[in-house]
Structure formats: structure tokens, C-alpha cells
């Protein structure tokens, strides 16, 4: 658990992934997931266990303390409903039987957690909102020196205090952890070169999720929605974080799921399903 400094300090939970932030990343691509299973299962028990992980991590995610995975998780979910309801072979009755239930969930965990979203929200931080603003503006300071190339992987935490030298950086003396936002740190580290690798990677995996959400089969469909709304979550989160997806197994996993499944609806092709 990591701690505030107040007098009423804050505990955010940080699991066996070691920081709260990666918790929050772990749990923001899973969450569309339980969703995805309410939308598929065919039996009460299973639609009954999907809700019941959903609420759990829901509130692990609260406990996280968060706010970048609260509002990536928000997006992501707001993003899976609304292509559901949209989906001609995802009935509406039962997507929005989906939308009721969880927002009855999620006032509940709100409620009884409701202290500790009351003070990440509004209690004291200890300038670490602040603190962005000095960690962008040394990224775009080594990008602009590195523009092409970088400055190399890992290298980008070595040598990032020579380019600390903004009034407001100045006012926190020392910035002790690279950007928080995993585009500019790619950018940081590797340059044009990795930043539009990256961003041709990325839009590739989204193109072959998107088609696999239209296809004909309404369950394989529903699991490319529920990866998509997963590494959406992730990609938004990634705006105030500085985690990148090469040191994030999690983001492999859904990758290969990815391709699996449009061997999956061709199986079911052959098989005349």
C-alpha cells in the first residue's frame, strides 16, 4: 500500500502488482470483460457471477485510488454500452438490463466507499497533479533535442533531470519519475521511430478488433467489444501514466487474443454454426 502524507492519510491499494497505478491498469482491461460475459453467458448462475466480479473489481479499482484508471475505466465502459446498444445482433433489452445493473452496483461500492473518493478527489494530493505539468514539459524538451531516435530506452530516467529547468520545475527542486504519459515517453525514449511504430502497431490491432466486433457470430463479437472497451481503458489511462505496453504482459494476452479470434468465427464457418 502506498500512504499519504496528511493527517488523515491515503491508502491506496497496490495488490501483488506493486503500485496502485499498474492495479488500476490491470483492472481497467479486465472490467469490459465481466460485462462482456453478463452480454454472453446463457445461464442466470454465470450472468450472476459476471456481475458479482464486476462489482469486486469495481471496488478494488476505487481502492486503487486512480483517478486516471477511474476515468479510463468510465470511458470504457460508457464505449461498451453505447456499440452494444448499436450492435444489430446484441439485443437492447438486454444491454440495457446490463447499463441498470451495473449502475446500481456502482452506486452502491460509491457508497460505501465513498470516503476515500471524497479524498482523492478533493483532499490534499501533495502537488502531484501539479507536478505533470514540469514532467511534460521536460519530455517535450527531450523531444524536441531527440527528435528522431530518442534518447534510447530506459536512458530516459537518467537523463531527464538535465532538462528540468522550466520556474515550476524548479519549484518541486527535483522531478524523481519520468513523464506520466507513456505516449511522450515512447516519444522520449525512442523518437519519431518508435512513437509511429507504435502508433501503426496500435491502429493495427484496433482495425482487427473493430471488424471482429461486426461479425456475425453476437458471442465473438461481444468478446472483441469487451477487448477493445479493455485496451481503450488502457490507452486513455496511458494520457496521465507512464506505464508503455512493452513492460505490460496483460497487453500481449489480449494481442493474441485478438488474433485468435477471427480463427474462432472461421471454425465456426466450417462447422456451419
Known amino acids: 500500500q502506498a500512504r499519504g ?9 497496490g495488490g501483488t502488482l506493486g503500485h496502485p497505478n499498474r492495479l488500476a491498469m490491470f483492472l481497467e482491461v479486465l472490467l469490459p470483460l465481466t460485462l462482456g ?17 464486476f462489482f469486486i473489481g469495481s471496488s478494488a479499482m476505487i481502492l486503487t485510488g486512480s483517478r486516471g484508471g477511474w476515468i479510463a475505466t468510465a470511458v470504457a465502459f460508457a464505449f461498451l454500452i453505447a456499440v452494444a446498444l448499436k450492435h444489430k445482433r446484441i439485443q437492447s433489452k ?3 438490463r446490463l447499463g441498470l445493473l451495473a449502475g446500481i452496483g456502482l452506486a452502491v461500492v460509491g457508497f460505501f466507499f465513498s470516503e476515500q473518493l471524497e479524498n482523492r478527489i478533493t483532499g490534499e494530493d501533495h502537488g502531484s497533479a501539479m507536478s505533470r505539468i ?9 523531444i524536441e533535442e531527440h527528435p528522431v531516435g530518442g534518447v534510447g530506452i530506459n536512458n530516459y530516467a537518467v537523463i531527464m533531470q538535465q532538462y528540468n529547468d ?9 522531478i524523481p519519475r519520468p513523464v506520466h504519459n507513456m505516449y511522450l515517453l515512447i516519444g522520449g525514449e525512442t523518437g519519431a521511430i518508435g512513437l509511429v511504430t ?3 502497431f496500435l491502429f493495427a490491432l484496433l482495425r482487427l478488433l473493430w471488424r471482429i466486433v461486426r461479425a456475425p457470430s453476437p458471442n465473438i463479437s461481444v468478446y472483441a467489444l469487451a477487448l477493445l472497451a479493455g485496451i481503450l481503458a488502457f ?5 496521465v501514466d507512464k506505464h508503455p505496453p512493452g513492460g505490460y504482459p496483460l497487453f500481449y494476452l489480449f494481442m493474441a487474443l485478438a488474433v485468435v479470434l477471427p480463427e474462432m468465427i472461421s471454425a465456426k464457418k ?3 454454426l
Open 94 to 96: 438486454q444491454v440495457w
Open 166 to 174: 522550466t520556474i515550476l520545475g524548479r519549484r518541486f527542486s527535483t
Open 198 to 200: 507504435f502508433g501503426v
Open 270 to 272: 466450417e462447422d456451419g
Open 235 to 239: 490507452l486513455v489511462h496511458g494520457l
Open 5 to 13: 502524507e496528511s493527517a488523515a492519510p491515503l491508502e491506496r491499494v
Open 37 to 53: 460475459l453478463f452480454l454472453t453467458a446463457g445461464r442466470r448462475s454465470a450472468r450472476g457471477f459476471a456481475l458479482f466480479a
Open 134 to 142: 514540469p514532467m511534460f514539459q521536460i519530455a517535450f524538451s527531450i
